[in-house]
């Protein structure tokens, strides 16, 4: 800053475009960017400008009209007085006019900015009233999100501590779900094993009962078989005593001289101990009686005099023959199992009712001629049987 710069520098030019874009604005704002104002005063920091320069600043800014502090001189000078013409002393004087009006629209134009400028000033002042209040409202906030904070960081770790709890509890239940499922699975598979076993024991009894119904009618029919046999073996023994008792019968009744109108009666006498049948001939004076052996005259007492003569007229001759044997064996319930396993339901009154035969349908043996009688499906025993004492 030796002197004044190039005139070239201070050529004026016209910027026909202010866009931004415009490399003349672009100059003119880089130029303005480089001056700097050190306090009242414009110029560059740390350069000393000397005295040309200095004077070459005034007369532009005295030119270009910009503020400038001038330095008063320590003496005002006195203003040399020049005479000045009637004419141009009206000129003065209308031009004084003149700018007391334009003085005075400046002053309404200045009110009028000093009035808006103190609108802008309150308007100022209350925008900045609400800037306080919302920094004010902005610190409040500031300080509830701290608390708010300090809260959910207080949350985010009970949080935490609930969520690692719930896993514990979740881990826990799926435990105690595959101990439930393995434990439903053993439960199935003792069931499974129990059923296999109740089955096999069930078949086994099946089979146990069908070997046992084999063996009983096994049983029944082997006792059907040696009855039978033993019949064969009475009967021919019977027949052969038969013959022998004819003999005897007819030489009794010769030695006895018996004559016309005279009554035969063949009494049967059954004990426990003893088992008797007494022939007597019955005449007007006296009896004569005679020991007559029971198995071989049986056959002729239930023919003739007994009253159980027609009991087994539509039977057969060895099914009845069984029930006989029993009767004269005094064992009374033996006879009423055969009766009742035969059918033979005059017999069976006949023990109950006429040989006082006392059993319960609910006891062995009415519980045995039950059976025997509805086995071989005899209806009409049944009765007989029920109806005793």
Not at 58 to 76: F, G, H, N, S, T
Not at 342 to 353: A, F, M, P, R, V
Request: charge should be negative.
């Amino acid at each position: 800053m030796d002197g004044p710069p190039d005139a070239k520098d201070l050529q004026p030019f016209v910027l026909s475009n202010i866009q931004a874009s415009n490399p003349d604005v672009r100059a003119v704002r880089k130029a303005w960017l480089k001056v700097v104002r050190m306090g009242k005063e414009f110029g560059k920091r740390n350069i000393l400008a000397k005295e040309p320069y200095t004077q070459w600043v005034k007369e532009r800014v005295e030119e270009i009209q910009l503020p400038y502090i001038l330095k008063a001189p320590a003496l005002p000078k006195t203003p040399e007085p020049e005479p000045i013409l009637l004419e141009d002393m009206e000129k003065l004087v209308t031009k004084v006019k003149e700018l007391e009006v334009e003085n005075a629209d400046l002053r309404i134009q200045m009110n009028r900015v000093i009035l808006e400028n103190q609108n802008l000033k309150e308007e100022r002042k209350g925008k900045a009233q609400e800037l306080e209040d919302s920094n004010k409202r902005a610190r409040l906030l500031e300080d509830q999100k701290d608390d708010l904070d300090h809260i959910l960081l207080g949350s985010t770790s009970v949080i935490r501590t609930r969520k690692e709890e719930l896993k514990k509890a979740e881990y826990r239940i799926c435990e105690l779900g595959r101990l439930l499922d393995k434990s439903l699975m053993d439960k199935k598979e003792i069931k499974l094993d129990f059923e296999a076993q109740i089955r096999d024991l069930r078949e086994a009894l099946k089979k146990c009962e069908e070997k046992l119904s084999r063996e009983i009618l096994q049983k029944e029919e082997a006792e059907r078989n040696c009855h039978h046999l033993r019949y064969q073996l009475e009967e021919a023994t019977r027949r052969f005593a038969v013959l022998e008792s004819q003999e005897d019968f007819a030489t009794l009744v010769t030695s006895a001289e018996i004559q016309p109108g005279m009554t035969y009666v063949l009494q049967v006498s059954t004990t426990d101990e003893v088992n008797t049948t007494n022939f007597s001939i019955k005449t007007d004076n006296a009896t004569t009686r005679h020991n007559v052996d029971n198995h071989e005259n049986w056959k002729r007492v239930l023919e003739t005099a007994l009253p159980i003569t027609n009991l087994f007229s539509a039977k057969d001759w060895y099914n009845s023959m069984k029930t006989v044997e029993a009767i004269k064996d005094a064992n009374k319930r033996g006879a009423l199992h055969f009766a009742a396993f035969e059918g033979q339901t005059e017999i069976c009154k006949y023990l109950l009712e006429d040989l006082k035969l006392e059993i319960d349908s609910r006891d062995d043996d009415g519980e045995t001629a039950l059976i025997h009688a509805a086995r071989q499906g005899h209806i009409t025993t049944l009765p007989a049987i029920f109806s005793s004492p």
